[in-house]
């Protein structure tokens, strides 16, 4: 069975360890060199994305006209409900859309000056296995049970960065160290059933970083653990693209989590992005009543006199055949005749940058 992480002795218990320079350090400072030859700060540049599932039932707009930038370096979130497209927006980035029933139907993703959308095998091999690094929710489901460890980290490490066998296993005890496994090196031949959850993810934080990919895309990557675990392997990310300079796609649920890792903010609601902007402009002057509602149900301190956590009454709607009308107003309590009429454009409000798509905040709108 799986140990949990309270059964791991205290002295077993994950400390980021320094570690003397090495390999990492090679690629860290690769990574800072090419940015001074950079024509451009931008990483990822995504414009009117949209996936859709053809299923029996109907089509499944689950990505419905999506764009964002993404810079180099930067931790980006992308927040929203259950079912409301995150995951596939990062398995579209990726190339990892299930065909059939999934395909990307319109738009353009680049990446590192690279058109994402027309790459051979090849090419789309490399984008996954070296230049974009995967956390992915269950660690469980995404590692290979049958496989150790050391095997599954080296693996992509010998395939993309042409190491030898020995140097290979060094990076990995080098990563395994970086991410706070203790003892990596007697624990290379270990399984991942022998890992506790949260050593783990940790696991899968090695395997993402293990080719000094430039984009990391992590995916609810702490919501299967418990709150303290939780905590500890946010801050790893962070730390860890911080020093290796990595971007990351923070993708959750959890407004909370985003504010407390990101600079900026995408907003998703029903295959669309409703509103972006810097985190403190989100907080202070969200301009979108879904993010009023995601604000909302924030825990905060007035919950330790037992209020109530107020939710967003109702649910996200059914994809299959959306209607050209605001998508968020069956559950808006501002809504107004014309949200049921036309859809709004994602358009600027009073700061640069900061993109809403409502009516009622628009500066004609009944919401000052
Ligand atoms: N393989 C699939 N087949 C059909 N529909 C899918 C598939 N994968 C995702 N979807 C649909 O796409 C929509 C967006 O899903 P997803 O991106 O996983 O949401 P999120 O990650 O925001 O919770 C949902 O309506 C979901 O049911
Ligand atoms: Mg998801």
């Given amino acids: 069975m799986a140990t949990t992480d309270a059964d791991v002795p205290e002295a077993e218990r994950p400390t980021i360890i320094e570690v003397t320079p090495g390999v990492l350090e090679r690629g860290a400072s690769l990574q800072a060199s090419e940015k001074t030859e950079r024509a451009s700060d931008v990483l990822l540049e995504v414009r009117g994305l ?7 039932s109907g089509v499944v707009q689950a990505v419905d006209d999506v764009s964002f930038d993404m810079k180099y370096g930067e931790t980006l ?4 409900e259950s079912g409301c497209g995150k995951s596939v927006t990062a398995l579209s980035i990726a190339r990892l859309v299930p065909n059939p029933p999934g395909r990307i139907v319109a738009g353009s993703i680049t990446f590192d000056g690279i058109d994402v959308l027309k790459l051979n095998n090849d090419g789309i091999r490399k984008l996954r296995g070296k230049e974009i690094g995967f956390i992915f929710q269950d660690p469980l489901t995404s590692l290979n049970p049958t496989l150790t460890i050391g095997y599954q980290i080296a693996e992509a490490i010998r395939q993309h960065m042409g190491l030898s066998d020995a ?3 060094d990076r990995v005890i080098e990563l395994l160290s970086k991410v706070g496994i203790p003892r990596a090196k007697e624990r290379l031949g270990d399984y991942p059933f022998q ?4 050593m783990r993810q940790r696991v899968m934080i090695a395997i993402a970083l293990s080719c000094d990919p430039k984009l990391i895309l992590a995916d609810e990557p702490t919501t299967a653990l418990d709150v303290t675990i939780q905590a500890q392997i946010l801050e790893l990310i962070q730390k860890l693209s911080d020093e290796f300079g990595t971007a990351v796609l923070m993708i959750t649920h959890d407004l909370g989590i985003a504010a407390g890792m990101c ?3 995408n907003v998703m609601y029903a295959g669309r992005i409703v509103e972006t902007a810097t985190v403190d402009e989100l907080f202070e002057q969200p301009r979108m009543p879904y993010s009023w509602g995601l604000l909302d149900s924030l825990p905060q301190i007035d919950d330790v006199r037992g ?5 967003i009454e109702g649910m996200p709607p059914v994809l299959i ?3 050209d009308t605001c998508r968020f107003s069956p559950r808006c309590p501002y809504v107004r005749d014309i949200c049921n009429e036309h859809e709004p454009m994602l358009t600027e409000r009073a700061s640069k940058g900061h993109l809403a798509r409502c009516w009622a905040t628009q500066p004609d709108g009944w919401i000052a």
């Avoid at 890992?195 to 949260?198: A, H, K, V």
């Avoid at 209020?307 to 939710?311: A, D, G």
């Fill in 307 to 311: 209020e109530k956590l107020r939710t």
């Fill in 77 to 80: 979130g992308l927040v929203g």
């Fill in 263 to 265: 600079d900026r903010v």
């Fill in 195 to 198: 890992f506790s959850g949260g």
């Fill in 50 to 56: 949209s996936t859709h599932f053809f299923t029996p």
């Fill in 167 to 169: 140097a290979a296993r």
């Fill in 321 to 323: 055949s959306p209607p």
